[in-house]
């Protein structure tokens, strides 16, 4: 799908749905006019920078305006009615806080069904937007295809999957094809391109066979440039490289293939990252730490003499061990080091239980966040024994300590968190731990410390 129209979609929604919003307000508060030296008149302007802050918080924790959602209808339709439910409920919420100057139900109702109008007029002037490109670009990019093999095949079905706006013409090859149906017609023979770019009007010509294998390719080449027909080659790299890559240009000149997007080797996004963790890390120290510890240090010193952390060496960032400490959960025993948790533990003290369900162990974490060894959020650092034996068991094991630890993280967020018992539990924590590389923003990291706390409270399967 074309960029700018995705960004244009994004943009043109993030407006249009905070305009509705706003109209809506202004609208109400017309009818329900309220003198301007009354208190009730503050609270109306409260509320009206209130539900901007409300909308625009939850769209971006829910991904409504991402630009992979938003181009999906159902999905962006989906993510809708999502972030709506979640919003009325907050203003009803908001509503019926006590307050010495009531809040107008009145005006917030009325606010509410206009917002939510103005948001399914939105959503069908989507599919009015949709449907003009559709009927307006359909017939001015028209492609023709340069060999019949898996690349063009395989390049056939993304356009089409992927671009709306674009019409495959066909194949051109020199071969004689035989016991195969091709999805478009195949016209035969390299030296009839240009003649049949003039009979098709065609607009744009994608090669699969390159240049150095079929020296009439760079004839051709030239011939589209004197006729304005844009010319793409599709490098085959299958049998260099089998994973998607992403292509960087250094000085306008030299093309450089990258195994992976990582968001996190800009030096900004480290220091948004970082900064993000040291605040955050310090409010939960101050604010929560600083009466949790002594409160959990009398309760698991009474019922399992001993020390109040427990300590223990992990992989951290480019495999460098450090330590990480939690709040201890299990009686003294040789086998802390090297066995993990598992279900219905014998050595997980009563209120170790508690702690543990609740994560309430993991707190001590955040001084490892404080000291640069952990961040917030990333994949979960495991003992320096498993992880001999986890990168055994899956090649790209390793890939995710190029990120610094978290306390919480993509994989756990989506269940895969505690014990591990077969190989299917470390590739899909290796694999959604790699998708958090390459995808790191950080409303994403807000995102997941959200769903993190909301598992907290209704309580997950896995923490034992």
């Given at each position: ?12 929604f ?5 305009i ?14 309220e ?8 609270r109306y302007?409260?509320y009206w920078?209130?539900i901007?802050w409300?909308?625009?918080i939850?769209s ?8 992979d959602?938003?181009v ?5 339709l989906?993510?809708t009615?999502?972030t ?16 010495r ?5 009145s ?11 103005a948001?399914?007029?939105?959503r ?5 937007i ?8 359909h ?9 019949y093999?898996?690349v063009?095949k395989?390049?056939a079905?993304?356009?089409e999957?992927?671009?709306?706006n ?22 035969k023979?390299l ?11 065609i607009?744009?010509?994608?090669t ?6 079929n ?7 030239d011939?589209?440039d004197k006729a304005l027909?844009r010319?793409?080659v599709?490098?085959d790299?299958r ?6 890559v992403?292509v960087?240009?250094i ?33 939960v120290?101050v604010f929560?730490?600083?009466w949790?510890?002594p409160?959990?240090s009398?309760?698991?010193y009474l019922?399992?003499?001993?020390p109040?952390?427990f ?5 951290g ?8 400490y ?21 050595r ?10 609740t994560?309430?162990d993991e707190?001590?974490?955040?001084y ?5 060894d ?12 498993h992880?001999?034996?986890?990168q055994?068991?899956?090649d790209?094991?390793?890939?995710r ?5 978290g306390i ?13 018992t ?5 590739k ?7 998708w ?29």
């Open positions: 799908m074309n960029t700018s129209y995705k960004r244009f979609l994004q943009i043109f993030i407006l249009l749905d905070l509705a919003l706003n109209v809506g307000y202004i609208i109400s508060q017309s009818i329900f006019k003198n301007a030296e009354s208190a009730l008149f503050y302007y409260q920078g209130v901007n409300f909308w625009i939850l971006l924790l829910g991904g409504m305006y991402f630009t959602a938003i999906n209808f159902k999905g962006f989906r993510k009615v999502k709506v439910l979640v919003f009325l409920l907050l203003i009803l919420f908001y509503l019926y806080l006590p307050r100057v009531p809040l107008s139900s005006l917030v109702y009325l606010s509410s069904i206009l917002f939510v109008i948001l399914v007029i939105n069908l002037l989507y599919l009015g949709r449907e003009w490109v559709k009927q307006a670009i017939s001015k990019r028209r492609i023709l295809i340069l060999g093999n898996a063009s395989k390049l079905n993304y356009i999957k992927e671009e709306f674009i019409k495959i013409v066909g194949f051109v090859d020199d071969r004689d094809l035989k016991n195969d149906v091709p999805a478009y017609p195949v016209f023979g030296d009839d391109v240009m003649r049949l770019t003039s009979e098709q009007n607009t744009e010509i994608y699969t066979i390159m240049p150095e294998d020296a009439r390719v760079y004839r051709i080449m011939q589209a027909i010319f793409r599709v490098p790299l049998n260099i490289i089998d994973r998607p992403q960087d240009i000085n306008n000149d030299l093309p450089i293939l990258t195994l992976r997007n990582e968001p996190l080797q800009s030096a900004v996004n480290q220091f948004i990252k970082r900064v993000f963790d040291i605040l955050f890390s310090l409010f120290m929560i730490l600083s949790l510890i409160i959990l009398i309760l698991i019922e399992s003499p001993g109040i952390f300590s223990q060496l992990r992989s960032k480019d495999n460098k061990p450090f330590w990480c939690k709040f201890r959960s299990m009686t003294i025993n040789k086998e802390m080091e090297a066995v993990q948790a598992t279900k219905n533990d014998k997980v003290t009563r209120i170790g239980r508690i702690i543990r369900k994560s309430l707190f001590p974490q955040f490892n966040v404080l000291r640069g952990m961040s917030i959020v990333g994949p979960r650092p495991h003992m320096l024994k992880n001999d034996d986890f055994a068991m899956e790209q094991y390793m890939i300590h190029y990120l610094k630890p919480t993280g993509w994989a756990q967020i989506n269940g895969y968190r505690g014990e591990i077969e190989l299917s539990h470390i899909k924590r290796v694999e959604y731990d790699l958090y590389l390459e995808h790191w923003s950080i409303v994403l990291d807000l995102e997941i410390i959200f769903l993190t706390a909301y598992n907290v409270i209704k309580g997950e399967k896995n923490a034992y």
